[in-house]
Structures are given as C-alpha cells and as structure tokens.
C-alpha cells in the first residue's frame, strides 16, 4: 500500500505527488480566484517575531503575536535573539543562527540595521511587533498575495515532505525546517532590565534547518530526525535572493 501524505489537515495518496514528479516541468495550477478582504487563503501567512528576553519592548510584541498565532491561516514562530544577552539576562532561547536568520532580511527589507522586537511577514515586509494596527494589517495584505505556490505535502509516516511544482524565484528557492514547540512558554527573569517580570512567548523556535534546494520541479526532502516530544515542524519554501516564502505548512507533534 501506498503511504498516504498529510497536507493543511487532508489526507493526500502519496502518488499524487509521483504522478507530479513525472510531470516535473509542468506548471503549477492556479490557488483559485484571489480572495476578498477577510477571506481566509488555503496557503497561511508566516509571522515571524525576532524577539529577546532582556527586551524592554518584547513583552508587548510577544502578546501580539501570541494574538496571532491562534488565528487561522497564520503560521507564528518565535526566534529568540543572543545579541542582548550582554544587559544581564542570557535568554535561555536563544541561538546564534536565530540572530542570523534575522539578519539575512536586513539587505531585502532595506533596514540598516536590525533590532527587536521586530516581525518579519511572509519574509516580504516587517513591522515593529509592539505595533497592533501595522501588524494587522500586513498580515491581511500579505493573505492576499499569493497566486501560485508551490503545495506542500508531508508523508503520513512524518518523516519526508514533498514539494510540488511551481514557478521558481530568480536565484533559486530554498526548504527550510523550522522546529518550535506550539503554545505559549513562561520563563522568570532573574536580571537585566526585565528583572522580575515572567516573560511569555509562543511557539517558541529551537531549530531552523535548511533542507535542500527547490527549483521549480517537484521534489521530497529528509525532515529533521529526533524531534523532542511534543515539536511541531513548520516547512518554508523561501527564495534564496529577495528571502520571500513562497508557501509554508506544519506537521504537528507526533
């Protein structure tokens, strides 16, 4: 029997995506008519927080996008950033490649510089994430952008996704694996400038992994092995030049 691939909650036979593999070159279906204002699009809108723990301003943004987060057709992640841990708190969240992450947008969204809390919306455009009028809104605009992404589907057994095909961005795309854990996190702040206060994030990030490169043409790809129990694991295709995401979707805990 084929294995059977879960995508946005359906359950897909594997030879869809087979069948896609011997028409590699084709191109990809249209996602349907462009939604009206307020309509829920199949392919959701990724919000990413960079944020810190000895962050005067984070608390606020992290409400914000813990507002989000349970919204439908939006996908929250949480990157905790290393680069204030000088104030007198080491985020306990924290990693280097988070802070790196976050500065790979800086050249596309022409920022000269990047500080927290920041949100960065469909890798397309940031807004600071204290800001609850500018974030809505850009998380409504960016709903409606997306014509023809690239569909992405997981194996039932949870260990492969598959991307389809699609029209590649100039200078390639890449698959990246990005692992959270889904819900709100309480840590005590022990010192810095945020000393005393409990600060609350969600879906708090562990690790992002590149998974290979996409090129147009429909593909299967390896996702991270050992996943602590209770990770979720949300797959971007994004753009190697303008760091746009073309599509994104989430294999829940296992």
Same mark, same amino acid.
């Given at each position: 029997?084929?294995?059977?691939?879960?995508?946005?909650?359906?359950?897909?036979?594997?030879?869809?995506?087979?069948?896609?593999?011997?028409?590699?070159?084709?191109?990809?279906?249209?996602?349907?008519?462009?939604?009206?204002?307020?309509?829920?699009?199949?392919?959701?809108?990724?919000?990413?927080?960079?944020?810190?723990?000895?962050?005067?301003?984070?608390?606020?943004?992290?409400?914000?996008?813990?507002?989000?987060?349970?919204?439908?057709?939006?996908?929250?992640?949480?990157?905790?950033?290393?680069?204030?841990?000088?104030?007198?708190?080491?985020?306990?969240?924290?990693?280097?490649?988070?802070?790196?992450?976050?500065?790979?947008?800086?050249?596309?969204?022409?920022? $000269?510089?990047? %500080?927290?809390?920041?949100? &960065?919306?469909? +890798? =397309?455009?940031?807004?600071? *994430? /204290? @800001?609850?009028? #500018?974030?809505?809104?850009?998380?409504?605009?960016?709903?409606?952008?997306?014509?023809?992404?690239?569909?992405?589907?997981? $194996?039932?057994? %949870?260990?492969?996704?598959? &991307?389809?095909? +699609? =029209?590649?961005?100039?200078? *390639? /795309? @890449?698959?990246? #694996?990005?692992?959270?854990?889904?819900?709100?996190?309480?840590?005590?702040?022990?010192?810095?400038?945020?000393?005393?206060?409990?600060?609350?994030?969600?879906?708090?990030?562990?690790?992002?992994?590149?998974?290979?490169?996409?090129?147009?043409?429909?593909?299967?790809?390896?996702?991270?092995?050992?996943?602590?129990?209770?990770?979720?694991?949300?797959?971007?295709?994004?753009?190697?030049?303008?760091?746009?995401?073309?599509?994104?979707?989430?294999?829940?805990?296992?």
């Amino acid at each position: 029997m084929v294995p059977a691939m879960r995508t946005r909650g359906w359950i897909i036979p594997a030879a869809v995506l087979v069948a896609a593999s011997v028409a590699a070159g084709t191109s990809a279906q249209p996602a349907g008519p462009r939604a009206a204002a307020g309509d829920v699009r199949p392919e959701p809108v990724i919000v990413e927080l960079f944020t810190a723990q000895g962050c005067t301003g984070c608390p606020e943004a992290n409400a914000r996008v813990e507002a989000l987060a349970d919204q439908p057709g939006v996908i929250a992640l949480t990157y905790a950033v290393d680069y204030w841990d000088y104030l007198g708190w080491e985020d306990t969240f924290a990693r280097p490649e988070f802070a790196q992450r976050q500065r790979a947008y800086r050249r596309p969204l022409k920022l $000269r510089a990047v %500080g927290t809390p920041q949100v &960065v919306i469909d +890798g =397309r455009r940031q807004v600071p *994430g /204290a @800001e609850e009028a #500018a974030l809505k809104v850009a998380v409504e605009e960016e709903s409606l952008r997306r014509i023809f992404p690239p569909e992405i589907e997981f $194996r039932e057994a %949870g260990d492969h996704v598959g &991307v389809g095909s +699609g =029209r590649a961005p100039a200078g *390639g /795309a @890449e698959v990246v #694996a990005v692992v959270y854990r889904p819900g709100p996190q309480s840590v005590e702040i022990e010192g810095g400038d945020n000393r005393g206060q409990t600060v609350r994030q969600v879906n708090v990030v562990s690790a992002v992994r590149s998974l290979g490169s996409w090129t147009g043409r429909p593909a299967l790809y390896a996702l991270p092995a050992g996943l602590d129990p209770g990770e979720a694991v949300a797959v971007l295709v994004q753009a190697r030049a303008d760091r746009s995401i073309l599509n994104g979707a989430v294999l829940p805990p296992r």
